[in-house]
């Protein structure tokens, strides 16, 4: 069984200042992704950056990056230079390999982030 | 490409009504699955399938029927809608693995009064 825990339900963040999400896991399997989703309140589910657990590197794309700790089983998504239109709900989810990934995402109940002008 | 499409956007039962949420995708991925988000809660897995005629059961099953028939299409049918189905319904799509994002429909907004 896999476990997503996301520790702050709201944030306010000044705009231009970079974010930090929070993000631990609890797995028993060898080989597992991490991954990072945006819902605004548009309701879609957008997906941001990907990390494998086998992955030496922290992922980044564009502003986002994955601060991957996998001694503290942490994967905490950094947002820098935060723009008005980053306020949504982010989700951090999970898939192991003991159901050969088919068996779907276990996801955290959310952070909604807030960017105030 | 459409990528994951979901119908209806927005849906009203009544209690003991049936009914099927369609999903399709147009992207050749094999696995496929359906989540349900309540407020306050992340996404939580009703079924998933692997590939057509294979359907296995995730977190939150009961009162859920699927079935694979085709790549394309993945339904979820609600057999006696009760009002804790009251909920956004969200399909999704990928290729095998767990190094592969999953790929989500716009969701349907579903009220059981």
């Known amino acids: 069984a896999q476990k997503i825990t996301q520790t702050q339900p709201g944030m306010f963040v000044q705009e231009k200042e970079a974010v930090t999400l929070d993000c631990t896991y609890d797995?028993?399997?060898?080989?597992?992704?991490l991954f990072w989703y945006k819902q605004p309140s548009s309701g879609e589910m957008i997906f941001l950056i990907y990390?494998?657990?086998?992955?030496?590197q922290n992922a980044t794309e564009g502003r986002y990056s994955l601060n991957f700790q996998k001694a503290r089983k942490s994967a905490n998504l950094v947002i820098s230079a935060s723009q008005l239109g980053d306020s949504a709900m982010y989700f951090c989810?999970?898939?192991?390999?003991?159901?050969?990934?088919?068996?779907?995402?276990?996801f955290g109940k959310g952070t909604h982030l807030i960017i105030q002008p | 490409n459409a990528g994951v499409t979901q119908t209806p956007k927005f849906q009203v039962l009544k209690t003991g009504q049936s009914m099927t949420l369609q999903c399709a995708q147009d992207?050749?991925?094999?696995?496929m699955s359906w989540y349900r988000q309540d407020p306050g809660m992340g996404l939580r897995l009703i079924h998933y399938?692997?590939?057509?005629?294979?359907?296995d059961q995730g977190e939150v099953p009961n009162g859920y029927n699927v079935s694979r028939s085709t790549t394309e299409d993945f339904p979820l049918r609600l057999l006696s809608a009760a009002p804790s189905q009251t909920s956004v319904y969200f399909c999704a799509s990928n290729h095998g693995g767990i190094n592969y994002e999953q790929y989500f429909g716009p969701g349907t907004r579903l009220t059981v009064t």
């Open positions: 797995t028993s399997d060898q080989s597992y992704g």
């Open positions: 989810a999970m898939k192991g390999d003991s159901g050969g990934g088919a068996d779907g995402l276990t």
């Open positions: 992207m050749n991925h094999e696995y």
């Open positions: 399938s692997v590939g057509a005629g294979i359907t």
């Open positions: 990390q494998g657990s086998y992955d030496e």
